[in-house]
C-alpha cells in the first residue's frame, strides 16, 4: 500500500518541535478545550523563553479562537504556509475557526475531507520554532484522532493527556481513551480531572457535584499504572473568562481553579 507523502511532509514541519501533545478526552463538555488554552496560557507564561502552540484539531467543533479570545481574527498564507494567529508573543494558534466564514457555520464533512485538513495543519502552518504544540480534538476516538496519530507517528508525537470529570460515565470513557492509546502506541502523559470539586465563591465551602466518585479518576490511573496529573475545581469565573476569551490566570491569581491548574503546570 502506498505510503501517504503527507506523512514525511508531517515529520518536516514537526520534528524539530519539542514536545507534541494531543488532549484527549472520552467526551464532550468536560473541559478539554478549556484545558488545552489554560495549559497553554500556563506554559507560555511561566517562561517568556519557551513557545507554545495550539492546533485546534476538533473540526466540527472550533473552539479555540473563542476561549483563546482571537474570534474573528484571520490567517493568512505565505510562501512558507499559513500563519498562525498570536494570542501572546510565544503563544500562537491555528484553527478551523478561523477559516470559516461566520461562527454559526456548521461544517459537515466526510472522514477524507476531515483527513486532508487535518494533513494541511499538521504540514503548512508556519509555526516557526516551538517548544510545545498542543493539540485540541474531537471528544471520543474518531477520525480526526486515527489522522493525527498516522500523521504524527514519524514526527515523534511526544504523548497524549487525557481529560475528565469524575462521573462514573465518563471514567468509563477515559478507559476508551486509554485502550485507543495503547493500540495505537501513543505514550499516555496523564490524566486531568475537570470540574472535581465546587468551592463556593462565597463562603469557600468544597462541595463534591458528582456523588461517590470523588477519587474516581486517581484509582484509574492507579489501575491502568498511568500517571494521574491533578484535579481542577468546578470555578464559575473560570468558565466567564473562557466564554469572553480573557486569560483566567492573570484575571483572576489565587482562584482555586488557577492554583490546580499552576501544580499542574508545575508536574509537567
Ligand atoms: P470540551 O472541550 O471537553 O467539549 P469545554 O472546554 O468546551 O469542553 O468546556 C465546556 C464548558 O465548561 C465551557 O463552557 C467551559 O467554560 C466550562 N468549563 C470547563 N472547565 C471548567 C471549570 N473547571 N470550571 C467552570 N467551568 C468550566
Not at 517568556?48 to 473552539?63: H, R, W, Y
Not at 476561549?67 to 498564507?77: K, R, Y
Request: aromatic residues 6%.
Amino acid at each position: 500500500k502506498a505510503v501517504d507523502p503527507g506523512i514525511q511532509l508531517v515529520k518536516d514541519r514537526l520534528e524539530a518541535v519539542k514536545h507534541k501533545i494531543l488532549i484527549l478526552s472520552g467526551k464532550g463538555g468536560v473541559g478539554k478545550s478549556t484545558l488545552t488554552a489554560l495549559l497553554s496560557r500556563g506554559i507560555a507564561q511561566r517562561n517568556s523563553e519557551l513557545n507554545v502552540a495550539v492546533l485546534d484539531i476538533d473540526i466540527c467543533g472550533p473552539s479555540q479562537p473563542r476561549v483563546l479570545g482571537v474570534n474573528g481574527e484571520q490567517v493568512h498564507q505565505s510562501g512558507s504556509g499559513w500563519s498562525p494567529v498570536y494570542v501572546e508573543d510565544n503563544l500562537s494558534v491555528m484553527s478551523i475557526g478561523f477559516l470559516l466564514s461566520s461562527v454559526d457555520d456548521a461544517i459537515i464533512w466526510r472522514g477524507p475531507k476531515k483527513n486532508g485538513m487535518i494533513r494541511q495543519f499538521l504540514s503548512e502552518v508556519d509555526w516557526g520554532n516551538l517548544d510545545y504544540l498542543l493539540m485540541d480534538t474531537p471528544p471520543g476516538t474518531s477520525d480526526e484522532h486515527l489522522s493525527a496519530a498516522t500523521y504524527l507517528a514519524k514526527a515523534g508525537l511526544t504523548g497524549a493527556i487525557i481529560i475528565t470529570t469524575p462521573q462514573e460515565v465518563a471514567l468509563l470513557d477515559v478507559r476508551k481513551e486509554v485502550d485507543f492509546c495503547r493500540k495505537l502506541n501513543i505514550n499516555i502523559l496523564g490524566v486531568i480531572e475537570n470540574m472535581s470539586i465546587f468551592v463556593c465563591p462565597c463562603c469557600q465551602r468544597q462541595s463534591e457535584i458528582f456523588p461517590a466518585t470523588t477519587g474516581g479518576a486517581q484509582r484509574m490511573c492507579n489501575e491502568f499504572n498511568i500517571p494521574f496529573l491533578g484535579s481542577l475545581p468546578l470555578d464559575p469565573k473560570l468558565a466567564r473568562c473562557c466564554d469572553e476569551g480573557k486569560d483566567y490566570l492573570t484575571e483572576l491569581p489565587g482562584s482555586p481553579a488557577m492554583k490546580a491548574l499552576t501544580s499542574i503546570v508545575d508536574i509537567y
